[in-house]
C-alpha cells in the first residue's frame, strides 16, 4: 500500500507561482511512475506533469516551460513547481503513483489540493 498527501495548493493572481508537495509513504520504493494530475469543474481529470524512476519528465502541452516536476527519494517527495499561473489552470491538483508490472498496473491517489488563479 501506498498513501500520498499533497500539500502547497491556494489563490495566487495570475502570473503567480505556486509549489505543490506530494509526500509519499508505505511501500513507495516498488512505484514507477509519479505524476500530477488535475481536474478542473465538469473537465476530466488530466495529466499534468509525470517523472519515471530515471528522472525523465513528461508534461501537458498546456503546462509545458511553466511547470517543472521534480522528487527528492531522500524525502519522499515529489513537488510541482508552477509559474506564470493562468486563470485556466484552476482546479484540484491530485498526486498520483503508479506501480507497474508486465500485465499489471495500479495507481494510488492523494486526496487532492485546490489551485485557484485569479485573473
Known amino acids: 500500500q501506498v498513501q500520498l498527501v499533497e500539500s502547497g495548493g491556494g489563490l495566487v493572481q495570475a502570473g503567480g507561482s505556486l509549489r505543490l508537495s506530494c509526500l509519499g509513504s508505505?511501500?513507495?520504493?516498488?512505484?514507477?511512475?509519479m505524476g500530477w494530475y488535475r481536474q478542473a469543474p465538469g473537465k476530466q481529470r488530466e495529466l499534468v506533469a509525470s517523472?519515471?524512476?530515471?528522472?525523465?519528465?513528461n508534461y501537458a502541452d498546456s503546462v509545458q516551460g511553466r511547470f517543472t516536476i521534480s522528487r527528492d527519494n531522500a524525502k519522499n517527495t515529489v513537488y510541482l513547481q508552477m509559474n506564470s499561473l493562468k486563470p485556466e489552470d484552476t482546479a484540484v491538483y491530485y498526486c498520483?503513483?503508479?506501480?507497474?508490472?508486465?500485465?499489471?498496473?495500479?495507481?494510488?491517489w492523494g486526496q487532492g489540493t485546490q489551485v485557484t488563479v485569479s485573473s
Open positions: 508505505g511501500n513507495i520504493d516498488s512505484i514507477n511512475v
Open positions: 517523472i519515471i524512476s530515471g528522472g525523465i519528465t
Open positions: 498520483n503513483a503508479r506501480f507497474l508490472r508486465p500485465g499489471f498496473a495500479r495507481d494510488y
